[in-house]
């Protein structure tokens, strides 16, 4: 795997929010002014519970955060931690991440969504969400329930709703679908940055299951979103745009991040 490079081509920094569980360090960000300035209210805590073992959605911003380097390198994130370690938030914390410097971002992404007992969206973040997506492309995860439910907030008009493809280039046996699905990206079997943590088991033939040292092969549509939050990243730097586009693509009261399996 090749670290995030530190060197910008011609155009300007692109910046990418990334809201989710935090950010950990990691060799492919330390050194960088953006990392610097991430606050330690984000940071991606392996074990929140204090149980010695690795928390559900543990390291989950932490793998995002790198594929959203590898396709941007030269990419600035701003970080909010709106998740907790086992995947859960809530509107409030999405709410007060969109009203600060993420809101601000050229790229917003959202790993995470949820469904509604009506499958409407909750209408305060639709409003957030429709205002900000004039000037910025938001992209999120359509969910890893094999479900055509709404799942917000991929299923917003103004968001770029992200599912998984499988490794012959086929929609994941797990990703959401439906009509309000824009688009498709790798998302089974991705491997990216990690935290870096040594649990309790212990190892067999060799092989220390709860071990890990800054990097992890994972599957869901999260990555896939990350994947996809990285190449408009890319594509702006390379056209030196200023604005976000706003939409690419044609097309909750709790939320979690989608049960990404590891």
Do not use: C
Not at 8 to 16: D, H, L, M, S, Y
Not at 36 to 60: I, N, T, W
Not at 179 to 190: E, H, S
Not at 221 to 235: L, Q, R, V, W
């Amino acid at each position: 795997m090749t670290p995030a490079g530190h060197t910008t081509p011609p155009g300007r920094t692109v910046t990418v929010a990334v809201l989710d569980t935090g950010i950990a360090p990691h060799p492919w960000w330390s050194g960088t002014d953006w990392f610097a300035e991430v606050s330690r209210d984000a940071a991606d805590l392996p074990d929140a519970d204090l149980d010695y073992r690795l928390d559900a959605q543990a390291g989950h911003g932490t793998f995002v955060a790198g594929l959203v380097l590898r396709a941007a390198p030269t990419a600035r994130l701003i970080v909010a931690r709106v998740l907790d370690a086992d995947g859960v938030g809530d509107d409030l914390r999405l709410l007060r991440a969109l009203g600060g410097p993420p809101g601000r971002a050229d790229v917003i992404n959202m790993s995470f969504g949820g469904y509604t007992l009506d499958d409407g969206p909750s209408p305060l973040v639709a409003r957030v969400v429709a205002t900000l997506a004039r000037h910025r492309a938001i992209v999120a995860a359509a969910g890893n329930d094999a479900s055509g439910r709404p799942y917000w907030p991929a299923a917003l008009p103004e968001v770029i709703a992200v599912g998984a493809l499988d490794a012959a280039g086929r929609p994941a046996a797990f990703t959401n679908r439906g009509r309000w699905v824009d688009t498709y990206a790798p998302g089974t079997d991705v491997t990216s940055t990690f935290l870096t943590f040594d649990g309790p088991r212990p190892a067999v033939r060799g092989i220390d299951p709860d071990a890990f040292d800054g990097y992890a092969i994972w599957s869901g549509t999260s990555f896939a979103a990350a994947a996809i939050s990285g190449a408009i990243a890319a594509a702006m730097a390379k056209a030196g745009q200023h604005d976000g586009p706003g939409r690419h693509t044609n097309r909750d009261r709790p939320v979690r991040a989608p049960e990404d399996r590891r």
